[in-house]
T-cell receptor, first 115, second 112 residues
C-alpha cells in the first residue's frame, strides 16, 4: 500500500514570499491532517479535514495560512506571505476515520526554510 | 484537555527492556492513549493505542493502570534502530485540534 505522499520535500524562500505544499493521502482515507513541526518540538495540528470539509482549523493562522482539500482527496497548504517563524517541517497525515480507535499515517514532510 | 508529561530523554543499552511513562492526570472518560515514534527527517509512526489495562502488539506493550492517570510504553529488547523520539497523545473523537498537538516527546537513545 502506498503511503502518504508530499511534495516538495524541501523549499527555501524569502520572507514575504508565498509557498504551497501538496499532499496525497493514502487511498480511501477520509481524514487528512496538516501539522507544523518546529525544530525541537512535537508536531502541532494546523487543520483537519473530513473528506473535503474542515473539521477543525482552530490552530491555523488564518491571516497567512490557507488549506483546501478539493474532491476529498489531495490537499494543498499555502502560506502567503511567509514569515521567518514559519520555518518548520510541514507534515501531512491521513487516517481512515477520526473516530477512536484509529491511527494516523504520516508523510515524510516538507522542510521549509524562510530567509 | 488532558495535558501529557513525559521525560525529556532516556538512555538504554541494546537488548534491554525500556519503559517510558506518560502522565495524564486529567484524562477524560472517552480519551484514548496513543504512542507514536519519530525518526529524524521522517514523520511520526503509530506504535500502539489503548483505552485501559494492557495492550500488546508485535512491537510494544502499553500498560494503563485502573485510574488511567498515566500510561507506560514498554519496548522489549531494544536495538540501536529504536533510537527515536517517542510521543504520547491523549484524546477522544470529540476532542479539539489541541488534543492532536504532540508534546516534546521523549528522546530515547539506545547505546551499544
Amino acid at each position: 500500500e502506498a503511503g502518504v505522499a508530499q511534495s516538495p520535500r524541501y523549499k527555501i524562500i524569502e520572507k514575504r514570499q508565498s509557498v504551497a505544499f501538496w499532499c496525497n493521502p493514502i487511498s480511501g482515507h477520509a481524514t487528512l491532517y496538516w501539522y507544523q513541526q518546529i525544530l525541537g518540538q512535537g508536531p502541532k495540528l494546523l487543520i483537519q479535514f473530513q473528506n473535503n470539509g474542515v473539521v477543525d482549523d482552530s490552530q491555523l493562522p488564518k491571516d497567512r495560512f490557507s488549506a483546501e482539500r478539493l474532491k476529498g482527496v489531495d490537499s494543498t497548504l499555502k502560506i502567503q506571505p511567509a514569515k521567518l517563524e514559519d520555518s518548520a517541517v510541514y507534515l501531512c497525515a491521513s487516517s481512515l476515520t477520526d473516530s477512536y480507535p484509529y491511527e494516523q499515517y504520516f508523510g515524510p514532510g516538507t522542510r521549509l526554510t524562510v530567509t | 484537555l488532558a495535558k501529557t508529561t513525559q521525560p525529556i530523554s532516556m538512555d538504554s543499552y541494546e537488548g534491554q527492556e525500556v519503559n517510558i511513562t506518560c502522565s495524564h492526570n486529567n484524562i477524560a472518560t472517552n480519551d484514548y492513549i496513543t504512542w507514536y515514534q519519530q525518526f529524524p527527517s521522517q514523520g511520526p509512526r503509530f506504535i500502539i493505542q489503548g483505552y485501559k489495562t494492557k495492550v500488546t502488539n508485535e512491537v510494544a506493550s502499553l500498560f494503563i493502570p485502573a485510574d488511567r492517570k498515566s500510561s507506560t510504553l514498554s519496548l522489549p529488547r531494544v536495538s540501536l534502530s529504536d533510537t527515536a523520539v517517542y510521543y504520547c497523545l491523549v484524546g477522544s473523537s470529540s476532542g479539539s485540534a489541541r488534543q492532536l498537538t504532540f508534546g516534546s516527546g521523549t528522546q530515547l537513545t539506545v547505546l551499544p
